[in-house]
């Protein structure tokens, strides 16, 4: 027995081969953000596309430059967005952003499973976004993500592809699963 193989084998990979996706595989990656599960089911999530020359120049434009080494070779660009309006905060915790999350989450696993590249981004300026997208408040930018037929790693640059071919390493699970209290081994 082991996990789903597309848990187990998805990566967040950074190469494309430059050929679109078909609207088809757009749709499959919308539906699977769509149908994420949310507290009380209020979904505060959207996604912009960015599909003009305009929209994806102000894309990259807001990439940290760690990022903007590959990702702007990316097809599909999209921004992740939600609201504190659709989703109060719980605990002082943003609940809106952890929703976005899962349906992020989602989308992932529906690419990855279909053969896709698929990667979520943290480096991002969000002012930039929030302009260029034309994004009212309350919204926030939750993450951007990239999608695309996978291209080849040794044509990234030395160190994106450094970072693409790093093993994929996690906490044991004795440092993250406790019984009865925190800490304590299972
Ligand atoms: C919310 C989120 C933000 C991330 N931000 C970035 C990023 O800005 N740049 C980047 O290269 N990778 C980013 N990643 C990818 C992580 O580095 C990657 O998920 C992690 O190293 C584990 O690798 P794996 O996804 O291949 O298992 C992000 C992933 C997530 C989920």
């Not at 990566?11 to 996706?21: A, I």
């Not at 109060?88 to 943003?94: M, S, V």
């Not at 990667?119 to 260029?132: F, I, R, V």
């Amino acid at each position: 027995m082991d996990i789903l193989d597309v848990l187990r084998n998805r990566r967040s990979q950074r190469h494309f081969n430059g050929r679109p996706l078909e609207q088809q595989q757009i749709d499959l990656l919308i539906e699977a953000f769509r149908w994420a599960p949310s507290s009380q089911n209020r979904q505060p999530w959207r996604l912009i596309f960015a599909v003009s020359p305009e929209a994806r120049a102000g894309f990259d434009d807001a990439l940290s430059d760690s990022n903007r080494k590959w990702a702007t070779a990316a097809p599909v660009k999209m921004v992740m967005i939600g609201t504190p309006d659709e989703q109060p905060d719980r605990n002082g915790l943003n609940a809106w952003m952890l929703e976005v999350g899962i349906a992020i989450e989602n989308m992932l696993i529906q690419g990855c499973a279909i053969g896709l590249t698929m990667h979520a981004m943290a480096g991002w300026d969000e002012q930039k976004l929030l302009k260029s997208f034309r994004i009212p408040p309350p919204f926030r930018v939750a993450a951007l993500g990239v999608a695309g037929y996978p291209g080849k790693v040794e044509d990234l640059p030395e160190d994106v592809r450094a970072k693409d071919l790093a093993p994929r390493v996690r906490k044991a699970v004795g440092e993250i699963a406790f019984r009865d209290a925190f800490g304590t081994a299972l």
